[in-house]
């Protein structure tokens, strides 16, 4: 059976409210003159805590059953005054009665102490009334702010796999026009080119299941897609890598440094008569991983970062937020520069 565990804090806390409140009654009665202890006033004591608890609890379920839990409007609050007003009345004249019948006397309704009886046990409900407001109000608060939690972890989560199916299709796009330009010319060459290009295609779908990957797993991939890439362009292409082994099992988000080279090939190596280098450089940088990607060529007059480094940065930013550096510069060479923090 499963246990509630709102219901065993709320009898909890209306055990030891109306516990208390007893002590006080107790105290306030032993500090008057001709006080005597007695098994009638301990009777009278238990029944007024055991009727308090029962008279609040129906309170609670009024509350809970007309939704009067928002208090957004006057009206709603007058009648959360309204139900402790009667329900201080029937408290009063119940544990009047019930002490009358219990000192087998009926004599004793002074109107003006069963009226100082009813304003202090009014008091009383409406203070218990307001501490389970606050309780309620702190649950909903505590709810709202998981369910958002939840919410933004969701749209994150959907933000981040549609950009994911988007990169799949840029990827293959990208491998399918190398083997295109090798089918006329080398046909040998190209079904070795297909050979890798499906092996790639099961190392890539692999990798797409998660939005983390290892550096070393990631490199795997890069890599073939770079015995890809050389079969088409042949000495035209040279690769340096330089990785900090140190850190080749930190996490970075699939398809970062796979996106980079792409991008390498496509607006760089492609578009030279002679070709030229691609160069992977992975290392620690204070507490951060820094990955550029170089290669020959000269950057375009536009800021247009097309559709592969767009992609990845907007990745980048809903995986870091404002956490990252991203930088496209020209030196000798077109350089890519990606700053993330470390993570294992």
Do not use: C
Request: proline share 1%; aromatic share 10%.
């Amino acid at each position: 059976m499963k246990i509630n565990r709102n219901k065993i804090i709320y009898w909890f806390l209306q055990f030891v409210g109306w516990m208390f409140y007893g002590l006080l009654l107790f105290l306030a009665a032993s500090n008057t003159s001709g006080f005597k202890w007695s098994i009638l006033f301990l009777l009278n004591l238990v029944f007024s805590i055991g009727f308090g608890i029962l008279i609040s609890h129906q309170i609670r379920k009024q509350v809970l059953v007309k939704s009067l839990v928002k208090i957004n409007e006057v009206f709603t609050l007058l009648k959360l005054i309204l139900i402790t007003a009667l329900s201080s009345i029937i408290y009063v004249l119940i544990t009047k009665l019930a002490s009358s019948v219990l000192a087998f006397s009926f004599l004793n309704w002074d109107f003006l102490s069963m009226l100082v009886n009813w304003a202090s046990i009014f008091v009383v409900f409406n203070f218990w009334l307001a501490l389970y407001f606050s309780f309620l109000l702190f649950q909903e608060s505590q709810r709202k702010e998981i369910n958002n939690i939840l919410l933004n972890a969701t749209q994150t989560e959907l933000e981040l796999q549609n950009l994911r199916s988007q990169l799949n299709p840029h990827f293959l796009f990208n491998a399918l026009n190398s083997i295109r330009a090798l089918v006329e010319v080398e046909p040998k060459k190209s079904k070795e080119a297909i050979n890798l290009l499906s092996s790639l295609l099961r190392s890539s779908l692999t990798v797409n299941k998660s939005s983390l990957v290892t550096i070393e797993k990631e490199l795997e991939m890069v890599e073939a897609y770079l015995k890809l890439e050389k079969i088409r362009f042949e000495e035209r292409l040279e690769i340096k890598i330089r990785v900090d082994q140190l850190i080749k099992q930190l996490n970075i988000p699939a398809f970062t440094i796979q996106t980079l080279v792409e991008n390498s090939i496509k607006h760089g190596i492609s578009k030279l008569m002679h070709g030229g280098v691609i160069e992977i450089e992975i290392v620690k940088k204070q507490n951060q991983v820094q990955i550029v990607v170089s290669n020959s060529g000269q950057l375009g007059t536009t800021a247009d970062l097309g559709i592969g480094l767009s992609n990845l940065k907007k990745r980048l930013q809903i995986q870091y937020g404002s956490n990252f550096n991203f930088n496209l510069i020209q030196n000798k060479l077109v350089e890519v520069e990606i700053l993330i923090p470390m993570n294992s």
